[in-house]
């Protein structure tokens, strides 16, 4: 019998990190530490019991609470109602001089950010002095932060039509009523503010973001023509032009608006290839070439105006072409990380799969070139950033270039650790290519920063079993499988890994209790069938079960060489020694393995065939990588041993 290598049945797959690489990387990881053994959970703390005493204590504060807020709101409705633009009664000297120590108290304690207790200074000094504007405007900013929104539109309507000439209160209450989506009333404050308050056009722009926000397009257009003829045309009034004209579907205009951008600045690119983007958005290809090549004209390397252009050639089925361009895009500095990420992902996806790249065509092989190629301009370009490796080690990894890519996301994860997708890749790559000590090594680097990632206990775990330490692998895997949810396909990987470990540690119960939980989680494993089966034919135990679970092997693998050889063991333990034999020629016919011509040799001994087991066990241990004591025993004194 073969034993199946460890990750058979777990094979690498090359988990493409597009969301990962459409993240910012950065921010630390908070330290968490991977308990060493299967400690229990602490005890939850105990919630402390209130006496009668404290909770009459608790009612009297919730009430005055109540009371205070009522107290407020009745305040509101008086300055809402009662005190319009009228200045109110004159106050004595020692009215004035309380009013303002408590307005200037409370505007002390707002900026140290303690609203709770401006309000009390502030309500203090309103009640004294009720047609005050600015204490008005002052409680209507903390009621706000307070979350009071009614008091604080109250407060600030009563600021605007007390001292109707400050900007600041119409700016204020206008805030309030679009932070509660009254967009109307928002606007109609803008409006006032326009009226009453001499040199305000300044603030034309605003209003026609809120008329846009009450859906009122024609009023917002007014407002900022009106901001235009005073101040000219700007990049903020042309933009919000052109936004309202694709808004009420009228294109002609929107392209004037970007036009008029345009002269007023003739020397800014982005103007031009925002003029280029709206054509295209629009399928007309040939003005936005047009507006393209002005654009190159300008600036001959820019890089969005390239790949634009690229996005053009390729439509035409220019691909020469297109592919020059993105490569001199990729060559510009100005072309950010993350809109290279973007393109490389596009590459990612058309790429074909590492298994179907074995024999990638011409087409594919040499999309593949320029995506290593523009990878290597992105490393170039910014050898510090992590985004710039993770994206290579994905192109190498669906390239086969397995070895290549590892090195690409350790560079990643030397720049930026707090990735779990990295480092899982990192671990997948290691056991693909039986790196044991690289795998047990970056394992448990990743279990200090992610320990609760079963995945990573079950790698750590497989390290641990290759290296033969197999009391800390059972603790391992064990203490993985608890942490699988809803991931059945890990669980039963975990059960498996448990079955292969105690059969080392000669736990038979355990093991069998594992193989059998993988068995029920997928009946047709064939790395557990395989596996299980061959430790019981060593044993001598429960052969029956055994040939059942191989010829089951067969039925799901009729040609497969490792099942053959299995099912023949089997045979062999049972004393079917004929029918072992023809097993076994037909593995070999499948692959010359030393495990299978060893096998091969016993059982022609056991056939009476003392010649051709020599053989045969002679060219097994040609084939060997590592001695064999019983085998080399056979050899030298030509006879059998178990």
Do not use: C
């Not at 959970?41 to 919730?62: C, F, G, N, S, Y």
């Not at 120590?101 to 303690?114: H, M, R, Y």
């Not at 634009?308 to 020059?324: F, I, M, P, Q, V």
């Amino acid at each position: 019998m073969v034993f199946l290598p460890l990750f058979s049945a777990f094979p690498l797959r090359v988990a493409l990190l597009i969301v990962l690489l459409t993240l910012p990387f950065g921010g630390s990881v908070q330290a968490q530490i991977a308990p060493a053994g299967l400690e229990a959970p602490p005890d939850r703390p105990r919630t402390p019991r209130v006496t009668r005493a404290e909770r009459r204590q608790l009612r009297a504060i919730e009430k005055a609470a109540r009371q205070e807020q009522k107290k407020r709101e009745a305040d509101a409705k008086v300055v809402e109602n009662n005190h319009g633009g009228t200045k109110g009664r004159m106050l004595s000297p020692q009215e004035s001089e309380a009013a303002e120590a408590l307005f200037i108290d409370g505007v002390k304690l707002l900026t140290l950010d303690d609203p709770n207790r401006a309000l009390e200074k502030l309500v203090k000094a309103w009640q004294i002095d009720p047609t005050n504007a600015a204490v008005n405007y002052k409680l209507a900013e903390t009621a706000s932060k307070l979350n009071q929104v009614g008091e604080a539109i109250a407060y600030g309507k009563a600021a605007v039509r007390l001292e109707p000439k400050n900007p600041y209160y119409y700016l204020l209450l206008s805030q309030l009523y679009a932070g509660q989506q009254q967009y109307d009333d928002a606007a109609d404050v803008y409006a006032g503010l326009l009226r009453e308050v001499p040199d305000a056009d300044q603030y034309l722009p605003q209003l026609a973001d809120l008329y846009v926000a009450a859906a009122k397009l024609d009023q917002a257009l007014a407002a900022l023509e009106k901001a235009e003829k005073r101040y000219g045309v700007s990049e903020e009034t042309a933009l919000k032009r052109q936004q309202i004209y694709l808004r009420k579907n009228d294109f002609p205009k929107a392209v004037t608006a970007g036009e008029d951008l345009i002269r007023a600045n003739p020397s800014e690119v982005r103007y031009v290839l925002a003029l280029a983007s709206l054509y295209l958005a629009n399928n007309l290809n040939a003005k936005a070439l047009e507006q393209i090549e002005r654009a190159l004209q300008t600036a001959p390397n820019h890089p969005q105006a390239l790949l634009l252009r690229s996005d053009l050639r390729r439509a035409k089925n220019d691909s020469t072409g297109a592919e020059a361009d993105v490569r001199q895009a990729f060559r510009s500095p100005e072309l950010d990380i993350d809109a290279r990420v973007r393109i490389m992902i596009e590459f990612i996806k058309r790429l074909p799969s590492v298994e179907s790249a074995r024999k990638p065509t011409a087409t594919q092989e040499k999309r593949r070139q320029n995506a290593l190629e523009l990878a290597t301009l992105t490393i170039q370009n910014y050898p510090d950033e992590p985004k710039s490796y993770a994206v290579m080690g994905d192109l190498q990894a669906l390239s086969g270039q397995k070895k290549e890519a590892r090195a690409s996301y350790l560079q990643a994860v030397r720049r930026d650790n707090s990735k779990f997708r990295l480092w899982q890749q990192i671990v997948l790559l290691d056991a693909e290519l039986d790196q044991t000590d690289s795998l047990l090594r970056h394992s448990e680097r990743a279990l200090r920063l992610f320990p609760n990632q079963p995945l990573l206990y079950f790698y750590n775990g497989s390290a641990l079993l290759l290296r033969k330490d197999y009391e800390q692998a059972a603790r391992t895997f064990e203490y993985g499988r608890k942490m699988v949810a809803d991931e059945p396909e890990l669980r039963q990987q975990f059960e498996a890994q448990l079955g292969n470990t105690y059969e080392y540690l000669k736990q038979y119960d355990k093991s069998a209790a594992a193989y059998e939980a993988a068995l029920a989680l997928n009946p047709d494993d064939a790395t557990v069938l395989n596996n299980y089966s061959y430790y019981l034919s060593v044993r001598g135990a429960h052969l029956d079960k055994a040939a059942t679970m191989t010829a089951r092997l067969l039925q799901l693998f009729p040609g497969n060489g490792t099942y053959l050889d299995t099912r023949a063991w089997v045979l062999y333990k049972q004393g079917q020694y004929e029918a072992a034999r023809e097993l076994l020629e037909r593995a070999l016919r499948d692959r010359q393995d030393p495990d299978i011509l060893e096998h091969y040799g016993d059982v022609l001994w056991k056939l009476n065939r003392p010649a051709e087991a020599l053989i045969n066990w002679q060219r097994a241990r040609q084939l060997m990588h590592e001695p064999s004591e019983n085998l080399d025993r056979k050899i030298q004194n030509k006879t059998f041993y178990e």
